[in-house]
């Protein structure tokens, strides 16, 4: 088969990340800066030029196109609309806008119908003030429905809100609470996270009171039990959407897609070279890392904003790289197939990594047969070995 040049590459898949808050969160890790209209005007025209750096060497055709941070709904409307229009958005079907509901009223709302944002990830994290007092937002709960209100009258039919759980002297009562909230609302997809704090953060002062493993597995199932009873698809370990609802960006992560991250500490992975059409299985298979114009690899932009401006002032782009050799890859590919809750493909895994997956792994299956359903083309975790995902990917590795 002939070799394509990357520039006939098509990378359907696009992260964005915004590093601007209004103060950051007592638990957030994730790199961020204060925010003020000089700074954002100065990024995104360097978030420009990176865009058009890469739109050389490869044919963005984005399927999704996804803005995180930081806090994207601190951008305007008339920013956002020049950002998308740096892409050939033909085949888009989904763009999604993380927002924190201190932003939103109906001058936001009425803003943002002037793009073609067409999903909302409401970081709304509890609905108990003390709770989110705690994780120090700037929102209390009745702003967090109001917000929602707001953009359900605006005409937004594809609404995510995001749950954490495990916080410190949390119960079981105080879950619920949330959930229930959550549940009145009606939203289309749920994201729930465990609360995991680095050492850097002012939270990690108070990990003394995080509830026992034990206590955290119970919110766990919870959540479970109450949002599969309320017509939710637990699609992935963390995920829950109605029907036809997955967000269709980060299922790109779980089934090994490559994919774009621009902006200060976004993360991309790209290969060198494959055949087309890009991200089908039988084209993929011939990963090689000795073979040097076949390479794929993860990048990082810098968790630096005058660092990642440096790198654009010399035109420069994918740092931090990463090579990722097969073992590498095939690590990967279970941990992140694995989340899915249908699990990995046993064929699709054979024509990849030229190698039986049941044969390969039978000492860690065998372990944790009673936490895997194995069907003849399929393994997957089954619901009750979830919250202990990692300890099974651990053998894996």
Known sequence: MEKNTQADQVINYVYIHV??????????????????????????????KEINLFKQKYNIKPKTIYFGGGTPSLLTSEQINLIISQFDI????????????????????????TTIINRISLGAQSFMDKELKVLGRLHNAEKIEDSYKILRNHGYTNISLDLIYGLPDQTKKDVEFSLNKIMQLDPEHISTY?????????????????????KIAEFYHLIRYKLISAGFDHYEISNFGKSGFESRHNLCYWKDEFYLGFGPSAAGYLNNYYPEPFGTTQDRVSRRINDEEN????????????EYYKMLDKNEIIANKTILNNDDHEKEY?????????????????????????????????????????????IKLKPEAYFISDEIFSEFM
């Not at 209004?22 to 420009?48: D, G, P, T």
């Not at 033909?90 to 119908?113: G, H, Q, R, W």
């Open 19 to 48: 590093p601007f808050c209004l103060r950051k969160c007592s638990y957030c890790s994730f790199f961020s800066v204060n925010f003020s209209r000089e700074a954002s005007s100065r990024f995104v025209k360097y978030l420009i």
């Open 90 to 113: 033909v085949e888009t079907e989904e763009i999604t806008l993380e927002c924190n509901p201190v932003n939103i009223d109906n001058k936001f709302a009425d803003s943002l119908k």
């Open 194 to 214: 465990c609360l995991s704090l680095e050492k850097d953060v002012p939270l990690f002062s108070k990990i003394t009171y995080i509830p026992s493993d034990e």
């Open 295 to 306: 390479i794929t690899y993860r990048y990082n932009n810098p968790a630096n904003i005058e």
């Open 334 to 378: 279970i941990f992140l197939g694995l989340r899915k809750t249908i699990g990995i493909d046993l064929g699709e895994f054979k024509n990849i990594f030229n190698t039986d997956f049941m044969d390969k792994y039978d000492h860690v299956i065998n372990k944790f047969r009673n936490l895997l359903d194995i069907e003849k083309d399929k």
